[in-house]
Structure formats: C-alpha cells, structure tokens
C-alpha cells in the first residue's frame, strides 16, 4: 500500500505485505532526516536516517528514498507485520545557527493480520 | 544505545500552579536538548532547542514566560509550566543529541493533566 501523509493519515496494509508511507518537507535547508515510529503514549523511536548527501538507505526490512528535487521523503517496510501498526512520523532537520528538528503530520499504520 | 529519561511520566495539577518536568539523558552528554508538545493524535510540535548553558531559543507562538526551560547541565534540562492551565494540558516530550547534527534520542514524555 501506499499513502501521501497529508492527505490519507491512515494507511492499513495486509500482513505480509510492503509498505510505502511518504512525506512531504518544505525547508530546502534541511539536511539530515529521521523516521520515528510512535506507539500510543510513548516517545518516538528512531527507525532510520538519512542525510541530504544521500538518495536511499537502507535497514533491516527498511528503505528511506529521498528526492530533494521534489522535497520527498518515503520510508518503505517490507513484510509489514503487526508489531509495525503505529505512527510514523518524518523529521527533518533544519540546519542553520541553531540546528532544529521539526516533524512532519504523521501516517498511522495498521496492518491487518 | 542513548537513554533519555523523562520525569514524572504523568502529573495531574490544579490550574494556577507550576509543574516542572525533567529530562535527563542517562549515559551521554547531550549537545541540544528539544522540548516538544503532542496533542491526541497529531504530530510533535517543537516548542524550544535548548543548548547547555546558553538561554533556550523559543518558537514563534511559544510564550517563554509560560514554558520555562533551564538547561543547567549536559545532561538535564527542565521545562516548568508556569501558573498551568487547562489548555496547558498536553504530552510533553523532551529529546536530546549528541552531535550538532545526528540522530534524537526522546524521553518517554509526559502526559500533564490541569484540572
């Protein structure tokens, strides 16, 4: 499954399958990003990074895609499993005199055993 | 890997009085910490960056007499809500770096209750 976070802040996937959740920043001066995944009440976790030097990286059963020409940032997870249901969240850091990290909207995973 | 401590994880206070939050980072020295505020199913939203021993830099909107961050320490930061009120209800969720630049490491966060 797929979704632009600003406009389908839910995504709901089967078990098993991949995920793609993208997002949208606006500051051309930032140069480093952050997934986070959030559970219900608790801090964000990191997930994985990347900076502004790079197009993709990737984890274990993770991908972040950066395109800085559209300002696009997309996190991809393969075999979607239940324990990845939560809020996702991409940062981005905003450099300048004081070095600062924002958050994007958010998209709430639910996959569906 | 880093810890960030939060503390307390929930506090209920009556409105016109302050409560403090701390945040600590446990087994490393924290550059930058970040004070966040999250309302029920929305996103973080940066209240302050706070250096050690330099005055926290707020964001527009942020009233600084009203959110009073103290960053004594590489490893502690406090954000004492002043004369709290119900609006002032909230997650509050604190993080902290090592580096100018490179991964957040966050607290917990704490949820504040003003009656």
């Known amino acids: 499954g797929e979704s632009v976070g600003l406009h389908l802040p839910t995504l709901s996937v089967q078990e098993g399958d991949n995920s793609i959740i993208n997002c949208a920043y606006s500051?051309?001066?930032?140069?480093?990003f952050i997934w986070y995944k959030q559970e219900s009440g608790k801090g964000p976790q990191f997930i994985i990074d990347?900076?502004?030097?790079?197009d993709k990286r990737q984890g274990q059963r993770v991908t972040v895609l950066l395109n800085k020409t559209v300002k696009h940032l997309s996190l991809q997870i393969a075999a979607t499993q239940p324990g990845d249901s939560a809020v996702y969240f991409c940062?981005?850091?905003?450099?300048?005199?004081?070095?600062?990290?924002?958050f994007g909207t958010g998209t709430k995973l639910q996959v569906i055993p | 890997g880093a810890v960030v401590s939060q503390h307390p994880s929930r506090v209920i206070c009556k409105s016109g009085t302050s409560v403090k939050i701390e945040c600590r980072s446990l087994?490393?020295?924290?550059?930058?910490m970040f004070w966040y505020r999250q309302f029920p199913k929305k996103s973080l939203m940066l209240m302050a960056t706070?250096?050690?021993?330099?005055?926290?830099?707020?964001e527009q909107g942020v009233e600084k007499d009203k959110f009073l961050i103290n960053h004594a320490s590489l490893t502690l930061s406090t954000l004492t809500v002043t004369s709290a009120h119900p609006e002032d209800s909230s997650f509050y969720i604190c993080?902290?770096?090592?580096?100018?630049?490179?991964?957040?490491?966050f607290g917990e966060g704490s949820r504040l209750t003003v009656l």
């Open positions: 993080s902290a770096r090592k580096q100018s630049v490179g991964e957040l490491f």
């Open positions: 500051n051309s001066a930032s140069d480093y």
């Open positions: 990347i900076r502004s030097n790079m």
């Open positions: 940062a981005e850091n905003i450099a300048g005199g004081y070095q600062k990290v924002t």
């Open positions: 087994d490393f020295q924290a550059t930058t």
């Open positions: 706070s250096n050690e021993g330099s005055k926290a830099t707020y």
